[in-house]
């Protein structure tokens, strides 16, 4: 079967730094990928990774261990725009993407 | 300048109704998708077409049936519309099959 699990709400201070993990088992992986959604809009792209290690992109950053199907976002000097859901998805090995639900995240100053 | 447009943002319609969904991207892209985003928020792949061919058709009423004239459209019709179909539609397209999608705003459909 398939499974991914997000926490379902965090909380974090501006200027903070915040983990949103994900964990998944699945039939085959060929990547992973975070997207950010802010509430009634699109969701948009931040990272994708398929090799283990951490990939950098200015505040964000993702991290994969393919061995203990487990990743994270790290997201740095909170900003209030960051209040978004954060969506972990697993990319099959039929290249279709299973998403997870999502993990809150709420910005406070 | 709109990557990935769809129209309409918003559908209201009755129990029974066939109402449609388009879909269009500038991107030059080969592949294109819809997925469902139902009230818990949980983002499922519905259809996947590659340069107009059907790639991925996961299980889907037949009431829903996708359409790509070209590469760069895929509209979604829905026959007999249902109370559970009540969701956020988003097409979206990428590069390559399973690769970095943009997706269009989305359409909220309610049924009444």
């Known amino acids: 079967g398939q499974n991914i699990d997000q926490p379902t709400e965090m909380t974090a201070t501006e200027g903070a730094i915040v983990q949103i993990n994900c964990t998944y088992q699945t039939s085959g992986f060929n990547g992973l990928f975070w997207y950010q959604q802010h509430a009634g809009e699109a969701p948009t792209f931040l990272s994708y990774?398929?090799?283990?290690g951490l990939e950098e992109k200015g505040r964000f950053s993702s991290f994969l261990s393919r061995s203990k199907g487990y990743s994270y976002l790290l997201l740095k000097e909170l900003q209030m725009k960051d209040s978004a859901s954060y969506l972990c998805?697993?990319?099959?090995?039929?290249?279709?993407?299973?998403f997870g639900a999502g993990t809150r995240l709420a910005v406070h100053p | 300048d709109t990557a990935v447009s769809q129209t309409p943002k918003y559908l209201v319609t009755q129990m029974g109704n066939d109402k449609s969904i388009k879909c269009e991207q500038n991107?030059?892209?080969?592949?294109m998708y819809w997925y469902k985003q139902d009230s818990k928020k949980f983002l499922k792949i519905m259809f996947s077409y590659n340069n107009k061919e059907l790639i991925i058709n996961e299980t889907v009423p037949n009431r829903f049936s996708p359409k790509s004239p070209d590469k760069a459209h895929l509209n979604l019709h829905i026959n007999s519309l249902e109370l559970g179909d009540s969701a956020v539609y988003f097409c979206?397209?990428?590069?390559?099959?399973?690769?970095?999608?943009?997706f269009g705003q989305g359409t909220r459909l309610t049924v009444v």
């Open positions: 998805a697993v990319r099959d090995p039929g290249d279709k993407l299973i």
């Open positions: 991107l030059g892209h080969d592949t």
């Open positions: 979206a397209s990428s590069q390559d099959l399973g690769g970095e999608a943009f």
């Open positions: 990774n398929v090799l283990d």
